[in-house]
């Protein structure tokens, strides 16, 4: 074996390995949760955004996003999940495959229709979604714009934070100084005034030091 071969191996039994977790599901929206004190995004799936809406067969419009995140919690609100770590995305949200009495609540949505394969992450529920798609199951029974294309369309350039590793929104309101991360309830909804002294964060110590408290959602 190579000194480099080694190395890797050496490297990589010195990592530190991920510990699952288990806690009652708490909703955020239609693929974010919050397990033990824990936000998690739903490995490997897309769901509708809470402001996003759908057309039924008939054309009708109506609020696909939040109802997917009220069958999500429906379904599994309060229960106990176990999930397993995989990544840690760029909103410093935990990635993981959770599972509720054994069944992967990612895999049950997208088989359901309620979520998206997001394929640009894994290949790991495409099957599910094609499923989902011949049956005409959930949003396959009409249309839907792609989550991730509503997501680009709906955020205005302005408030794209000026640095991609920087993405906690410090608010001022009659609430005092508060910042709201990604997955809170919030977060979307709430617009950086930089001219009223409101700013962007890196990390929630940084908040913290500067006098803002967390969002209580």
């Known amino acids: 074996m190579t000194r480099a071969g080694l190395a890797l191996i050496l490297l990589f039994l010195a990592a530190p390995a991920r510990a699952d977790f288990s806690g009652p599901v708490e909703v955020v929206d239609g693929d974010t949760l919050h397990v033990s004190g824990t936000t998690v995004r739903l490995f490997g799936i897309d769901a509708p955004e809470m402001d996003q809406t759908c057309r039924d067969a008939g054309g009708r419009e109506w609020g696909c996003g939040a109802f997917v995140a009220a069958e999500l919690a429906r379904r599994y609100g309060g229960q106990t999940a176990t999930c397993e770590p995989l990544d840690t995305d760029r909103y410093g949200r935990t990635v993981a495959r959770c599972r509720v009495a054994g069944r992967d609540i990612a895999e049950d949505l997208v088989l359901d229709g309620w979520a998206t394969a997001y394929q640009q992450y894994s290949?790991?529920?495409?099957?599910?979604?094609?499923?989902?798609?011949?049956?005409?199951?959930?949003?396959?029974?009409?249309?839907?714009?792609?989550?991730?294309?509503?997501?680009?369309?709906?955020?205005?350039?302005?408030?794209?934070?000026?640095?991609?590793?920087?993405?906690?929104?410090?608010?001022?309101s009659d609430s005092g100084r508060i910042y709201h991360m990604p997955g809170n309830r919030d977060y979307g909804r709430t617009r950086i005034d930089l001219s009223a002294g409101e700013r962007w964060f890196?990390?929630?110590?940084?908040?913290?030091?500067?006098?803002?408290?967390?969002?209580?959602?």
């Open 123 to 172: 290949q790991d529920y495409v099957l599910a979604e094609k499923s989902a798609q011949l049956r005409q199951a959930g949003l396959w029974s009409g249309t839907m714009q792609s989550p991730a294309a509503f997501r680009a369309e709906s955020v205005p350039p302005e408030q794209m934070p000026p640095d991609p590793n920087c993405v906690i929104k410090g608010n001022i």
């Open 202 to 217: 890196c990390s929630q110590s940084e908040a913290r030091a500067a006098g803002w408290r967390p969002a209580g959602n």
